[in-house]
């Protein structure tokens, strides 16, 4: 066997490969949903065959960057990927692996500790009033369920002032996780209702002064706060 023999299987890996970020190129640059075309087009437009571009195809479908839509008006169509599906794959890869929820909560006000420092230092005037709207309801918030939600709305917010896929991203499976499995009840009565609040409030009067560095100061000591107290309501539940 001969070295070109040797060579070919590599080639066709590097010339599949290169297709990919070509096509993906193609696909980011137009709206989602917009048609690449038929499948002898992309071929063309590729300069590969149609074998490896049905490869090609492969992966990017499961990137969640195309859809292949069969019978009259079909083709292939850019789309992206569905953040909560990948949450979802995320949040049962970690129960996979055994991961609990003071790992999901250490990861959690880990980011905190950078997002919230960063939304100090956003200029945007009409997020601030959201913020300060929200802050304004914190005492009403005397139930576990009405927390919850508070802190959906809140990183919401925190995440428009925060332009940081990454950060979002990782922040939103681990707030799944989180809540995916039964959970010590770590605000439970009146003094936990009036610590949280207490917590809520210092951060979002941080954020409300464009104190960065008051920003994480607060979500750093309360990290540390929550972080005790589930260490503890494991430990006796």
């Not at 979802?88 to 990861?107: I, N, P, Q, T």
């Amino acid at each position: 066997m001969g070295r070109a023999d040797d060579d070919a299987p590599l080639h066709r890996r590097h010339l599949a490969a290169k297709a990919t970020d070509q096509l993906r190129d193609i696909i980011l640059a137009q709206p989602p949903q917009s048609q690449i075309g038929a499948l002898p087009d992309i071929a063309r437009l590729l300069g590969v065959g149609i074998a490896t571009v049905q490869q090609v195809a492969r992966v990017l479908e499961h990137e969640g960057l195309l859809e292949v839509r069969r019978g009259p008006g079909g083709g292939y169509f850019g789309t992206r990927p569905d953040v909560a599906a990948l949450e979802r794959s995320v949040a049962a890869y970690l129960r996979v692996r055994g991961s609990d929820a003071y790992e999901a909560l250490e990861m959690m006000t880990l980011l905190d500790c950078e997002l919230m420092p960063a939304a100090a230092q956003s200029q945007d005037v009409a997020l601030h009033g959201e913020l300060a709207a929200l802050g304004s309801r914190v005492g009403d918030c005397a139930d576990g369920a009405k927390r919850l939600a508070f802190e959906d709305a809140l990183h919401d917010i925190l995440f428009r002032m925060v332009d940081r896929p990454l950060i979002e991203l990782l922040a939103r499976v681990s707030m799944r996780y989180y809540r995916s499995a039964p959970i010590a009840p770590i605000f439970e009565g009146a003094d936990g209702f009036a610590a949280w609040r207490q917590w809520r409030s210092g951060v979002i009067d941080a954020i409300a002064r464009r104190d960065p560095d008051l920003a994480r100061f607060e979500a750093e000591r309360h990290r540390r706060s929550l972080l005790q107290r589930l260490r503890q309501a494991m430990a006796t539940g």
